[in-house]
């Protein structure tokens, strides 16, 4: 096999905590992270010249190293001596910069194509330890389905699936630095903070109005602040039905959370309707089944 097609999954966090910063400037993190159907298409071939080359649909994303996609193909042919190198064809559909993971989704995607491209044989913990080199979501992004994400979110444990709902994703049209979020972030006594255990109870008992009535970010304390879009969006869908409305990861993106896709749909028009956010995409939950790597699916 020469050439593969591969599903990068956008992810979402139905809970996110912040519960210390660390010594080396990173955060102590407690995350329920989801993945959802909105993915971007890759297409990776084998070539017989050297190298890594990308071809995008998104002329300001960087073509060099400074794409993680890039440098995962990058990592795995060093690493292993790979004779000649990959093309890689990325469509991206994925917001940029957006919250949902779109370039680790991409790295992870790359990973765990090479190794059945080149038939590296690495199991899902030994591609999750490379993925960990090119950020800190590339082990959930290899994973996918519900799980919980602690320390800087690459100590996984696969949770009970969310049950069946509707996910809609709004994307305001601004740009918000992760870096801006987690710099301004100050957790106090007066922080409230989402009570993810009761989630994951929830999670175990099949019950989305409870897991939904729990859903929280930290993280909105500040990107919400600077950019009440993000309240606007909030409130719109909560009236349209959603049975939680929040930012996910640093944000922009917020998603909600409905039982019924006529809803979703409606809020969706609404929001379209009264310039909120002009990237709209109403999906659904990805089931990743028992952590087996099922790439057709990636
Ligand atoms: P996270 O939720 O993990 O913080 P994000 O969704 O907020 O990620 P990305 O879409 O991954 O953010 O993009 C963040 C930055 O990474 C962008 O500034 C972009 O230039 C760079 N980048 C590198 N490779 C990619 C890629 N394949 N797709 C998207 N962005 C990429």
Redesign the pocket.
């Known amino acids: 096999m020469r050439q593969l097609n591969l599903r990068a999954m956008a992810?979402i966090n139905l809970g996110l905590d912040v519960t210390g910063r660390r010594e080396d400037g990173y955060h102590d993190l407690r995350m329920i992270m989801q993945t959802v159907r909105l993915f971007?298409s890759i297409s990776l071939s084998a070539t017989r010249s050297e190298g890594v080359r990308i071809r995008?649909n998104l002329g300001?994303?960087?073509t060099d190293d400074?794409?993680?996609?890039v440098k995962a193909a990058r990592l795995l042919i060093e690493e292993f001596g790979i004779e000649g190198g990959v093309f890689i064809d990325?469509k991206?559909k994925?917001?940029?910069?957006?919250?949902?993971?779109?370039?680790?989704s991409?790295?992870a995607a790359v990973l765990v194509g090479m190794n059945r491209l080149f038939h590296l044989q690495l199991t899902q913990e030994q591609l999750r330890e490379r993925g960990v080199k090119l950020?800190a979501?590339v082990p959930y992004c290899i994973m996918r389905g519900t799980a919980l994400a602690e320390g800087i979110g690459d100590i996984l444990t696969p949770l009970a699936s969310i049950p069946p709902c509707v996910i809609l994703i709004a994307k305001p049209d601004l740009h918000v630095s992760?870096r801006f979020v987690y710099t301004h972030l100050e957790l106090t006594e007066q922080t409230v903070h989402p009570d993810i255990d009761g989630q994951i109870r929830c999670l175990e008992a099949g019950d989305l109005r409870g897991l939904c009535s729990l859903c929280g970010n930290v993280l909105e304390t500040v990107t919400e602040q600077a950019y009440p879009v993000i309240s606007d969006i909030k409130k719109r869908m909560k009236e349209h039905g959603a049975l939680a409305a929040m930012m996910?990861?640093?944000g922009p993106s917020v998603f909600g959370i409905f039982e019924k896709r006529e809803d979703a749909r409606k809020a969706a028009s609404v929001l379209r309707e009264d310039g909120y956010a002009r990237m709209l995409c109403v999906t659904e939950p990805f089931y990743a089944g028992n952590g087996r790597i099922q790439r057709e699916e990636v």
Do not use: C, H, W
Request: aromatic share 4%.
């Open positions: 992810k971007d995008t300001f994303l960087p400074g794409n993680l996609a990325l991206k994925i917001p940029v910069a957006a919250g949902l993971a779109g370039g680790s991409d790295a950020g979501d992760t996910s990861g640093s």
